[in-house]
């Protein structure tokens, strides 16, 4: 599965604030996180990074950092959280698909930890690759935990202490769901690849199991026997070595991945809750239900995993919409026994159900990467003009192969998306124009609608944060101390003045909304946008490929005249 835009965060309570910006610059063992070191000893600095700074001044982020817990007498405990990892990385293909650089990555880093992290000073480093070395861009953001300056009352905040200088940062779950929906808007601006981080996923892994996963796959891949040795044994009938060295494995499965396995093969089965708990317990997993959520607990474990931390197929409503839909389908195989589903073997533990995985070399991963990005029908060239402009006579030769081919496929789409003649060529395209025509006018009333919403979200926060003042300031009977004091707190009145006006201009009445229930709100709405923008992504892919065979087949009939009669019956006809 492809990444694609998501939002990680980590605490750390380590007093070396140096050690944050050395990791993000020097290079680093990905598993060990020990800092890597040419043969003289020195620290080995990354090919390519780029970095700023935010309210440090002329220092560099620890000497900023540290003089500011000196100066508020903040963190100087042990266990005292000091700052603030998050990291935003982007889809792979937003390199080569959306023109994606990591100049334009560090400038919205920058303006994301502006926007989202006022007061803290922090520290914003973009580099253009992964451990993964998949060539995803992404942008790491640290801060101080601690706040230098007063700030604006956030719709997440929900004590007055976070908005105040010499306050510390918390992160907590409002404040990381707004966090996730600021990276989507983020990333639906800039035209980027996105998905709905305020849904969930199907399999929620989170950052401690994706590391055990690849220590496990590490340790694995080093201690297993060669695929090629034992696809080998297998075919020479080498009964010895293969009892001495069996296959085994090449996919190192977390024991929160093999209970996934594991439910989705008895959800998959049961069309029933009485037969699904049958099912599960015959693995030695128990599913309990507490407070409207699943919990599974297998014989190896004393404490049971919920339904959320699995995935969102897992929830409570996920498996009885599952089990209802075999129910109605008839399935049989949600009828049978357990010990006729699967063969009875020897387990060492219920989460170590396995089949041996057959050996298949894999294509490389750059292979794979450029055929994924690859455009399946591309435009044919206009030869003549290209020769009027001075192109020479291997171009010509490359160019007529070129438009051989393309016609080619342009002819195997048709053929594979069953479009018979010209004339359903031409309402294919139509209805795929107009449906994404109609899903970009859907997502920019979502647009209007979330920018009316955050407008009115902001006045009432303003109006919040600056009544007291107003309040106070309308009291006053005294002439001079009124004039002083609106001098004095021009602008407190200002903001809360100009809310004032905005509900009277709105007609909007109190009680007032509360923030919270507004940012609930412009969440589900960020949702829905991001669904619609994911099919509009798609229709308009459709949309480009069918426009291009309509232009190769349209410049093959310009291009050839002499076989204009030809293509004019292809037309009513069409035909490989």
Known sequence: MTPLATI????????????????????????????????????????????????????????????ANLRYNKNNLRGDVRSHHYIISYDPRDSEEHGLTIDQAQKMGVEFCRKNFPGHQAIIVTHPDGHNRSGNIHTHIVINSLRIEDVPLMPYMDKSCDTKAGMKHRCTS?????????????????GLYQIDLLGGSKDRVT???HWIQRRGQQKLDENAGTAEQVFADNRSGNTALIAENPAKPSKYETDKEKLR?????????????????????????????????????????????????????FLKDAVLEQLAKNARLGSDSGRMEMDHAIPDRKLVSPLTVTEPIPVRKEK??????????????????????????GKGEGYRQWGTLFNLKQLAESMNYLSNHGIKNYQELEARLTDAMDKSHDLNQRIKVLETQI???????????????????????QNMKNGKQRDAFYEARYSEIAQATAAADYFRAHEIKSPLPSPKKLQAEIDDLISRKAGLYAEYKDAKKIADELMTVKYNI???SRMNPEHQQRNRQKRHGMTR
């Open 364 to 389: 490389p991963a750059a292979f794979e990467k450029a055929k994924e990005g690859k455009k399946q029908v591309e435009r044919i060239i206009d030869l003549g003009k290209k020769m009027e402009e």
């Open 261 to 313: 396995n594991i439910i989705r093969s008895a959800m998959s089965r049961a069309d029933s809750m009485e037969s699904f708990e049958r099912l599960l317990g015959q693995q030695g997993i128990t599913v309990k239900e507490s407070r409207g959520r699943f919990s599974y607990l297998s014989s190896d474990r004393t404490k049971p995993i919920t339904d959320r931390k699995l995935g969102n197929d």
């Open 8 to 67: 990680k965060h980590v605490s750390s309570k380590n007093a070396n604030y140096g050690d944050a910006e050395s990791y993000l610059t020097f290079e680093h063992d990905e598993f060990s996180g020990k800092a890597l070191r040419d043969k003289n000893g020195h620290l080995i600095p990354r090919e390519e990074y780029r970095m700023d700074t935010l309210l440090c001044g002329e220092d560099d982020f620890a000497i900023a950092c540290m003089r």
């Open 207 to 209: 950052d401690k199991e």
């Open 451 to 473: 920018k009316d919403m955050k407008t009115f979200q902001k006045q009432i926060l303003q109006y919040r944060s600056n009544r007291a003042v107003f309040i106070q300031w």
């Open 554 to 556: 349209d410049e093959a």
């Open 174 to 190: 409002a404040c990381f769901r707004h966090l996730r929906s600021e990276v989507m808007e983020m990333c639906q601006e800039n």
